[in-house]
C-alpha cells in the first residue's frame, strides 16, 4: 500500500526544499531530524502494513456504497493512520509494534465514520451517535457488538465495522493496566460522537447546536471558543496521547497526559485539518472550522496561543521533547500538505510555522 509513504515522501521532499520549513526542522538542532528520520523508517512501514490488511477487508464489503467509502477512507486519509500512530517512535520495537495494531484500526474507524457522514449519501442525522457507537465500544474491551448500522445507512459491510471494533478490543485487553485509560477513553468517545452529530446537522441548525452544546461545557473549556471546543471534540490524540502514556509504563500519569493533549493539541490538530480542507469544505458545503475566526492574523495568534499552552503542559510528562516533537511534527506535515500549495495557501502556512512554538 503505497498511499501513507508516498503523501509523506511529498511532503517530506517539500520541507527539504523550503527553507522557511527546513529551518522549523532544524532550529532545536539535528535531534528532530534524528527522531523525524525515526518515525519515516520505522513507524510509517508498520502502519502501511496494517493499512494493508484492512484494505483487504474493506474491499470485501458486499455493499457498494459502504465499500466505497470504506477504501476511500483507507485511501485518501492513509496519512491521518500515521500521524496517528507518530508516538510509536518512542516505544521499544515490540511495544510500537503493539501500539500501532490499537491505533491503525482505531483511527481507520474515525476515518471511515467520517466519511460515511461526510459523503455517503443516506446517512439521516439520527443515525450519527448510533454509528459512533463503534469507537466507545471499540476502546471498551468489556463492551458486547452493537448494531451500529441499525439507524443508517442501510446495506451489508460483511462485518467491517464490527471487525475494527473487535481488532482494537483485542490488541487493547493485551495491554497491562488498560483500565485505567477507561475512564478518560469513554470521554473522548462521547464528546467526539456529540461533535460529529451536530456537525453534520443542516448548516444554520449546525451552528446554533455547536454553540449550544459548547455552553453546556463552557465552565470547564472558558479559555476556548465554541468552534475551538468542537475542534478538540473532534480530534483523536487525546486517547493516542494518554495510551502511549501506558504503553511506557505510567499508568499514574495517564490523567497529566489527558490534560496536556486535551484540548490544546486537539484544538490545534483539527484547526489545522480544517486550514488545509478550506477549499474542500466549501465545496461540500460543509463547516470548517479555520474560516469562523475573524481573519487570518486572529488564527495565527490561537494557533500561537494553543501551542504554547500545551508546550507547557507537555513539562508534567516525562520525556517532554517527544510530545513537544509530536506536536511539531503534526503542524509541519499539515503545513506542508499538497492541498496547501494546490490553495495558494503556502505564505500563510508559513505564517503558521512561525508561531508554532
Keep these: 500500500m503505497s498511499d501513507v509513504i508516498d503523501e509523506i515522501s511529498w511532503a517530506v521532499r517539500n520541507v527539504l526544499t523550503s527553507p522557511a520549513r527546513l529551518r522549523f526542522l532544524t532550529r532545536d538542532g539535528p535531534?528532530?531530524?534524528?527522531?523525524?528520520?525515526?518515525?519515516?523508517?520505522?513507524?510509517?512501514?508498520?502502519?502501511?502494513?496494517?493499512?494493508?490488511?484492512?484494505?483487504?477487508?474493506?474491499?470485501?464489503?458486499?455493499?457498494?456504497?459502504?465499500?466505497?467509502?470504506?477504501?476511500?477512507?483507507?485511501?485518501?486519509?492513509?496519512?491521518?493512520?500515521?500521524?496517528?500512530?507518530?508516538?510509536?517512535?518512542?516505544?521499544?520495537?515490540?511495544?510500537?509494534?503493539?501500539?500501532?495494531?490499537?491505533?491503525?484500526?482505531?483511527?481507520?474507524?474515525?476515518?471511515?465514520?467520517d466519511n460515511l457522514c461526510d459523503r455517503h449519501p443516506n446517512v439521516p442525522a439520527q443515525a450519527y451517535p448510533v454509528l459512533h457507537e463503534a469507537l466507545a465500544d471499540a476502546l471498551d474491551p468489556s463492551a458486547a457488538p452493537r448494531d451500529y448500522y441499525r439507524a443508517g445507512p442501510p446495506g451489508d459491510d460483511g462485518g467491517y465495522l464490527q471487525s475494527l471494533v473487535t481488532r482494537v478490543q483485542r490488541s487493547l485487553r493485551r495491554l497491562a493496566g488498560y483500565e485505567d485509560l477507561l475512564p478518560y477513553f469513554r470521554e473522548a468517545a462521547a464528546f467526539y460522537a456529540e461533535m460529529q452529530t451536530f456537525k453534520h446537522f443542516p448548516p444554520g441548525e449546525r451552528e446554533t447546536a455547536l454553540v449550544e452544546w459548547y455552553e453546556r461545557n463552557r465552565e470547564r473549556f472558558e479559555d476556548l471558543d465554541w468552534h475551538e471546543f468542537a475542534c478538540a471534540a473532534g480530534s483523536q490524540f487525546q486517547v493516542y496521547g494518554p495510551l502511549f502514556i501506558a504503553f511506557s509504563g505510567r499508568p499514574d500519569l495517564v490523567s497529566a497526559a489527558y490534560d496536556a493533549y486535551f484540548p490544546e493539541v486537539a484544538a490545534l490538530h483539527v484547526l489545522l485539518d480544517a486550514f488545509i480542507d478550506q477549499a474542500e469544505d466549501a465545496a461540500f458545503g460543509e463547516l470548517n472550522f479555520a474560516a469562523v475566526y475573524d481573519g487570518p492574523h486572529r488564527f495565527r495568534e490561537r494557533v500561537r496561543e494553543l501551542t504554547a499552552t500545551a508546550a507547557a503542559k507537555f513539562d508534567d510528562l516525562?520525556?517532554?521533547?517527544?510530545?513537544?516533537?509530536?506536536?511539531?511534527?503534526?503542524?509541519?506535515?499539515?503545513?506542508?500538505?499538497?492541498?496547501?500549495?494546490?490553495?495558494?495557501?503556502?505564505?500563510?502556512?508559513?505564517?503558521?510555522?512561525?508561531?508554532?512554538?
Design 31 to 113: 535531534a528532530t531530524t534524528v527522531r523525524l528520520l525515526a518515525f519515516l523508517g520505522t513507524v510509517v512501514p508498520r502502519a502501511r502494513a496494517q493499512l494493508a490488511l484492512l484494505r483487504q477487508e474493506a474491499e470485501r464489503i458486499p455493499d457498494p456504497a459502504l465499500r466505497r467509502e470504506a477504501v476511500a477512507s483507507i485511501e485518501g486519509k492513509a496519512y491521518h493512520v500515521a500521524g496517528a500512530c507518530i508516538l510509536a517512535t518512542f516505544l521499544p520495537s515490540a511495544a510500537a509494534e503493539h501500539y500501532i495494531e490499537i491505533v491503525a484500526p482505531l483511527e481507520t474507524i474515525y476515518d471511515y465514520l
Design 318 to 357: 516525562p520525556t517532554p521533547e517527544h510530545h513537544l516533537f509530536v506536536l511539531r511534527a503534526m503542524a509541519l506535515f499539515y503545513l506542508t500538505h499538497p492541498k496547501v500549495y494546490e490553495q495558494n495557501l503556502d505564505a500563510e502556512a508559513q505564517r503558521l510555522l512561525a508561531g508554532i512554538a
